[in-house]
């Protein structure tokens, strides 16, 4: 009996990226010889299953109905399939046409939850993500904010890793990966956490110095941003040996909440040595601040001599000369 293909020939089937297909090829003779040729042009058969290099593998596998089962679908995988059925009195053919439509985004190392950093290093948050089309990466900051591609303190990278630079004790948090296409979108969370560090001011650890200006009767600020973690105490000692500890609110001196010490309507009297102190369980720091002030510049004036005026009473006579004779007016 003559070789005979049962299915619609020119037929359309769509698989998702990374699935399995099964293109039937139902034979109603007995013992033909079936094989499939794939959109590359490799012929394949139950005693040849391999890929373009020549390597068997199970991608491809025929079952003895001759049905072609296809494995780990992608985009190289798109084309014409095309079955062929043959015995000693003929043989026949089936075309099927796969297309590899829209895949959800897939997001790899989902697991990775939590990343820790020193201060002052840079943070590296993974979000590679699969999908067709290629998905879109967004991140989210621990405020909810959506970060920008390229900014001072951030950088997303092509491959959608989030690079935080300089990290510092705000930027601890969940961050929020989403990759987001045609299909559908994936989301992966991270905490960002800062590892326990001693205290430090304005950047620097241990003892430091500096020195500041003021005008009268203007506000002044000396600057003393302690970072550390655990968060450090903080406080201030003036010439007088006051001691402020933040926050501070009295007079003209307030302490804000970063440690930093505003004097309000600074006067002459407030010049001296001011020290910022930020301490925690693993160490300490210092900032000794010289401040010193100077007095408003007073505007330029004319002084004028004491000069007493008096009324004229008669008639003023002024000389005056005419061709060399002399008059009075």
């Given at each position: 009996m003559e070789t005979k293909l049962i299915g619609a020939a020119g037929r359309i089937q769509t698989a998702l990226e990374g699935s399995k297909v099964r293109l039937e090829c139902s034979v109603i003779t007995s013992n033909p010889e079936v094989f499939w040729s794939l959109p590359d042009g490799t012929l394949i058969n139950n005693g040849l299953q391999s890929d373009d290099s020549g390597i068997r593998n199970r991608r491809y596998i025929i079952f003895g109905n001759g049905t072609l089962l296809l494995q780990q679908m992608g985009k190289k995988d798109e084309g014409d399939y095309t079955c062929y059925a043959k015995n000693k009195l003929g043989k026949d053919e089936r075309k099927v046409s796969v297309k590899v439509g829209p895949n959800a985004p897939k997001i790899k190392l989902k697991s990775q939850f939590l990343m820790r950093v020193k201060f002052g290093e840079s943070a590296t948050l993974s979000c590679q993500a699969t999908g067709e089309p290629i998905p879109r990466i967004t991140w989210i900051s621990p405020r909810s904010d959506v970060i920008p591609m390229s900014s001072e303190r951030f950088q997303i990278m092509d491959d959608g890793t989030l690079v935080v630079k300089k990290v510092r004790l705000a930027?601890?948090?969940?961050?929020?990966?989403?990759?987001?296409?045609?299909?559908?979108?994936?989301?992966?969370?991270?905490?960002?956490?800062?590892?326990?560090?001693?205290?430090?001011?304005?950047?620097?650890?241990?003892?430091?110095?500096?020195?500041?200006?003021?005008?009268?009767?203007?506000?002044?600020?000396?600057?003393?941003?302690?970072?550390?973690?655990?968060?450090?105490?903080v406080w201030w000692v003036t010439p007088y040996g006051h001691s402020l500890s933040a926050p501070y609110l009295g007079g003209r001196f307030q302490v804000h909440q970063n440690g930093s010490l505003e004097i309000r309507g600074v006067r002459k009297t407030d010049e001296g040595r001011y020290v910022c102190l930020a301490k925690n369980h693993l160490g300490e720091a210092s900032l000794l601040v010289q401040l010193d002030v100077a007095s408003l510049a007073e505007k330029p004036s004319f002084a004028f001599p004491n000069i007493e005026i008096l009324a004229i009473k008669k008639k003023l006579k002024v000389p005056y000369e005419i061709n060399g004779v002399l008059s009075v007016l």
């Open positions: 930027d601890e948090g969940k961050y929020t990966c989403v990759a987001r296409n045609s299909a559908g979108d994936d989301v992966k969370n991270m905490k960002l956490e800062v590892e326990p560090e001693e205290p430090f001011i304005n950047g620097m650890k241990g003892k430091s110095t500096g020195k500041v200006w003021g005008v009268s009767y203007q506000a002044v600020l000396l600057d003393c941003r302690a970072e550390g973690k655990p968060e450090p105490r």
